[in-house]
Nanobody, 126 residues
Framework: QVQLVESGGSLVQAGDSLRLSCAAS????????MAWWRQAPGKEREFVAH????????NYADSVKGRFTISGDDAHNTLYLQMNGLKPEDTAIYYC???????????????????WGQGTQVTVSS
């Protein structure tokens, strides 16, 4: 049974750092492309970062490029999102998701992801 469980969300101040984790079970993380998404209050869910099959490539939304880093850990079958220089506009529920295909196309389309975690809340105060 495929399961994704996020953790690490918290209330922090602007400029702080956080690391989110997404523990995967029921499949081998590195055999799939994975991504982080987020949804702020009153807004649609948006793409944050993607890591390719076998952790070979990474892509980021322009809004987080240079501040966030996505990574994967085979030993713990866990996906991470290191977030530095947090801003109030980063406040959102953060979700990890598994992409249906290892192909690079469509990484910014929600319908290309088949499993989602329950989310973890990140709140950044100014």
């Amino acid at each position: 049974q495929v399961q994704l469980v996020e953790s690490g969300g918290s209330l922090v101040q602007a400029g702080d750092s956080l690391r989110l984790s997404c523990a995967a079970s029921g499949f081998t993380l590195s055999e799939y492309a994975m991504a982080w998404w987020r949804q702020a209050p009153g807004k649609e869910r948006e793409f944050v970062a993607h890591i390719a099959y076998r952790f070979t490539d990474r892509n980021y939304a322009d809004s987080v490029k240079g501040r966030f880093t996505i990574s994967g850990d085979d030993a713990h079958n866990t996906l991470y999102l290191q977030m530095n220089g947090l801003k109030p506009e980063d406040t959102a529920i953060y979700y990890c998701a598994r992409k249906t295909s290892v192909l690079a196309a469509g990484i910014r389309r929600e319908y290309n992801y088949d499993y989602w975690g329950q989310g973890t809340q990140v709140t950044v105060s100014s």
